[in-house]
T-cell receptor, first 112, second 114 residues
C-alpha cells in the first residue's frame, strides 16, 4: 500500500472548518484513501473514504486532487469533541481482507 | 458503541501469568483483527482472521496466541509476557469482499505487564 505523509499537528478554532491535508504521491490506480480518527485512549473510528471523486457524509468531506497524489479531509464547524489523532491511510479496496497501515497521523486540537 | 466489545478494559499481569483478551462483534462481519498500540507509536497489525482462518501473522512473538472460534469471537491468549508488551490492544472487525472494507474498532484493552 502507498505511504502517506501528514503534518504532525494542527490547531483549529471551535466552530471553524478544519482542513487536514494528506500527501500520497505514490498512490496507484486501485488504491482508496481512508480517514480514521482516534480520540484519546479509544479505538480508531472510520470517517470517510474515496477513490477519485470527492465524497461527503454526515461527519466530513473528502477532497481528492485530480492526480490523486493528495487529499484533504474537511471537518465543517469543528467542535471540541473532534479533538483527536486523524489518520490518512491508503489501501487497496475490493476483494482482499482489510489491512490498514497506520502512520503517526495528525493531532488535531480544537480550542475554544 | 461500535458493535465491537473488548474485555477486560484494563489488565495488569505479572510476567509469569497467563491471561486472555476477548473480543466480540455484533455486526455480522467475517474478518477480525488484533492491533497493538504502544505509547507514542502507530498502531501495529498483529493478526488477521478472515472466515475464521488466520490469514496474517505479522512476526508476532509466540507468547501471543490468537484464537478465533467463530466469526463473532476473537481471543488473544497471553503468557510469559515482557514489560515492553504493555500497550493498548485493539480488536477490529470488517465485512470483507465488500466495496467499503471499513474496520470497526473496539475500545481496547489497556495491558500493563509488571
Amino acid at each position: 500500500d502507498a505511504k502517506t505523509t501528514q503534518p504532525p499537528s494542527m490547531d483549529c478554532a471551535e466552530g471553524r472548518a478544519a482542513n487536514l491535508p494528506c500527501n500520497h504521491s505514490t498512490i496507484s490506480g486501485n488504491e482508496y484513501v481512508y480517514w480514521y480518527r482516534q480520540i484519546h485512549s479509544q479505538g480508531p473510528q472510520y470517517i470517510i473514504h474515496g477513490l477519485k471523486n470527492n465524497e461527503t457524509n454526515e461527519m466530513a468531506s473528502l477532497i481528492i486532487t485530480e492526480d490523486r497524489k493528495s487529499s484533504t479531509l474537511i471537518l465543517p464547524h469543528a467542535t471540541l469533541r473532534v479533538t483527536a489523532v486523524y489518520y490518512c491511510i491508503v489501501r487497496t479496496g475490493g476483494t482482499s481482507y482489510g489491512k490498514l497501515t497506520f502512520g503517526q497521523g495528525t493531532i488535531l486540537t480544537v480550542h475554544p | 458503541e461500535t458493535g465491537v466489545t473488548q474485555t477486560p478494559r484494563h489488565l495488569v499481569m505479572g510476567m509469569t501469568n497467563k491471561k486472555s483478551l476477548k473480543c466480540e462483534q455484533h455486526l455480522g462481519h467475517n474478518a477480525m483483527y488484533w492491533y497493538k498500540q504502544s505509547a507514542k507509536k502507530p498502531l501495529e497489525l498483529m493478526f488477521v482472521y478472515s472466515l475464521e482462518e488466520r490469514v496474517e501473522n505479522n512476526s508476532v512473538p509466540s507468547r501471543f496466541s490468537p484464537e478465533c472460534p467463530n466469526s463473532s469471537h476473537l481471543f488473544l491468549h497471553l503468557h510469559t509476557l515482557q514489560p515492553e508488551d504493555s500497550a493498548l490492544y485493539l480488536c477490529a472487525s470488517s465485512q470483507e469482499i465488500s466495496t467499503k472494507n471499513i474496520q470497526y474498532f473496539g475500545a481496547g484493552t489497556r495491558l500493563s505487564v509488571l
